[in-house]
């Protein structure tokens, strides 16, 4: 548009207006002058006093000003005031040259609104995200927080009287969160186990096709929204703004403003605002949903392992009386009968005596395993160069049989269960001297300080483990081998699993076949 141009004399008094000026202020001369003179169009008399001080002195003035308009409008203007002299370079007046900036101006209060929008909601995320670092137990008290604290920023962020979250809990819904500004009635507790389909029908078809819900004048909502909009004007809700929130594809809340003090013109930024904090909110939602179903079924597993264990105490416990009988009795049979019966009859007591011994030696496995949780002992400084000793000591006629070398560095001193640790050194070295292959075993036991945990390793120079068996060596009774090729009931490296994980580590092995094998364990400081 064209520049305004005014002209007055040296008092401020107006004398000329260009058809511009008329049209961007709407007053002609006569008007102005009624009203007070040209110093009254600008919005702060400050700085109208300062640019007529500077131009009585006969100088110029150069910036941006704010003027209003004749209905009171702000508008953003850029001066350059000048000083009019005469032949004898007296002052004789003013002339003031402003020219429109409202566009550019708009330009840059919409960029600022966005980089504050944008740190805003990068904040709101990163607190989010931040939420759960002091443990579990604290996810609940941390998020509900959080979401407080958010709907307070974003509502003082937007100047809204109340902004809140509603979730849906099967056909009902809940408002879980709210935050008013002062002197605002809180509504939450109005709004707990709706049927927002009975309550608010057209509310919530629209929200169920995934709409954004846009008021501005809850007394103009169509006559299918009277129910609403007799429920918002009993509750002073002049204009209403909600997004809902969605996840895969399914509608689990919604998160909207209120204006309670004067009705609201909602803009795309305020749209854009709560879309943007809505998916924030939603990631919130189903991160407590899956922490609180992970801890259910934490507690569960819990519960059902100690089940478990007890059930394979008592059991066991209780299976070795019988079992001892049975052994006795079959043990006898072998001696008073063998060679009287026939061949046949030699050979099934044979494996009835077989049976039953590797039966008791399963019975006895399984109570060292259910006894690794229940029968253990409060944790004490541990040095593992001793437990190591014991370990070697208990395992003294094997080495010595096969001709084991044993390679060692200098262990560390860790918080544990000493006998614990000495069962399991001795049963992965145990493994080491069975599975030797042809070659004498060699044996190379060491640790090292890795990100807050000790890392123990044990090679040895074996037959090697595939890479398929990796897991399952761990498993309770999961042998690779027949007992014909190497002894043993396959319950050790359970064992060692189940120490370890109580120590507070992990257990795994690495391993080439035919080239041996190294298990790493670890354990916290």
């Known amino acids: 548009s064209s520049d305004a141009i005014s002209i007055t004399d040296v008092t401020g008094k107006s004398i000329y207006h260009n058809p511009a000026f008329v049209e961007r202020f709407g007053y002609g001369v006569e008007e102005l002058n ?49 000083a009019i002299r005469d032949d004898q370079n007296k002052i004789v007046g003013q002339v003031r040259i402003y020219t429109d900036i409202m566009a550019r101006k708009q330009v840059e209060e919409a960029l600022r609104y966005r980089l504050e929008m944008e740190e805003l909601v990068a904040n709101i995320s990163t607190d989010f995200l931040k939420v759960g670092a002091k443990g579990r137990s604290s996810l609940p008290g941390e998020m509900d927080y959080q979401f407080n604290r958010a709907l307070q920023e974003i509502g003082t962020f937007a100047e809204v009287d109340r902004s809140y979250i509603f979730v849906f809990d099967g056909n009902k819904v809940n408002n879980t969160h709210e935050w008013c500004r002062p002197g605002i009635s809180p509504q939450i507790h109005n709004y707990q186990n709706i049927i927002l389909e ?12 995934l709409e954004v819900i846009h008021i501005p ?45 004067s009705e609201r013109n909602w803009t795309e930024a305020d749209i854009k605002l709560l879309g943007l904090v809505a998916e924030i909110f939603v990631n919130a939602l189903q991160r407590c949903r899956a922490e609180q179903e992970l801890a259910q079924r934490a507690k569960e597993l819990e519960r059902s392992n100690a089940e478990l264990e007890n ?43 077989q049976g039953c ?28 160069d001793q437990v190591l000793d014991r370990a070697l000591a208990n395992l003294n006629a094997g080495l010595l049989t096969t001709g084991a070398v044993v390679q060692r560095e200098a262990l560390p001193y860790v918080m544990g269960d000493e006998p614990q640790l000495v069962d399991l050194f001795q049963n992965l070295i145990a493994n080491a001297l069975k599975f030797h292959g042809s070659e004498p075993p060699r044996v190379d036991i060491w640790a090292e300080k890795r990100d807050g945990e ?8 074996g037959i090697g483990i595939e890479p398929k068996f990796f897991d399952r060596i761990f498993v309770i009774f999961q042998r690779l081998h027949s007992l014909d090729d ?8 359970a064992i060692c699993k189940k120490i370890v994980e109580r120590h507070g580590g992990r257990i795994w092995v690495e391993s080439v076949p ?12």
């Open 486 to 493: 190497y002894p043993g009931t396959g319950i050790g490296l």
């Open 198 to 209: 009975e309550s608010q029908p057209w509310f919530a078809s629209k929200i169920s096709r």
């Open 311 to 353: 059930f394979a105490y008592i059991a066991s416990h209780d299976l070795q009386e019988p079992l001892r009988t049975t052994t006795n009795f079959a043990q006898l049979l072998f001696l008073r009968y063998q060679g009287k019966l026939d061949e046949k009859a030699d050979r099934y007591i044979g494996f009835i005596v």
């Open 454 to 461: 000790w890392l123990f390793g044990i090679r040895d120079r």
């Open 217 to 261: 004048q809850v007394a103009q909502l169509p006559p299918e929204a009277t129910l609403e909009r007799e429920l918002f004007q009993s509750q002073d809700i002049l204009s209403l703004l909600a997004v809902p929130m969605v996840y895969a594809g399914r509608v689990v809340g919604f998160l909207g403003f209120d204006a309670v003090r």
């Open 357 to 384: 011994s590797r039966m008791q030696q399963l019975i006895e496995d399984l109570l060292d395993y259910a006894r690794v949780d229940k029968g253990g002992r409060k944790f004490t400084p541990t040095d593992c």
């Open 514 to 525: 035919v080239n041996g094998c190294v298990f790493f364990f670890t354990i916290p400081f």
């Open 34 to 82: 009624a009203a007070g003179g040209v110093l009254s169009l600008y919005a702060e008399l400050t700085v109208a006093q300062a640019i007529f001080q500077t131009l009585v002195k006969g100088q110029s003035w150069v910036g941006e000003v704010l003027m209003r308009n004749q209905q009171g409008a702000q508008l953003h203007n850029f001066l350059r005031a000048d």
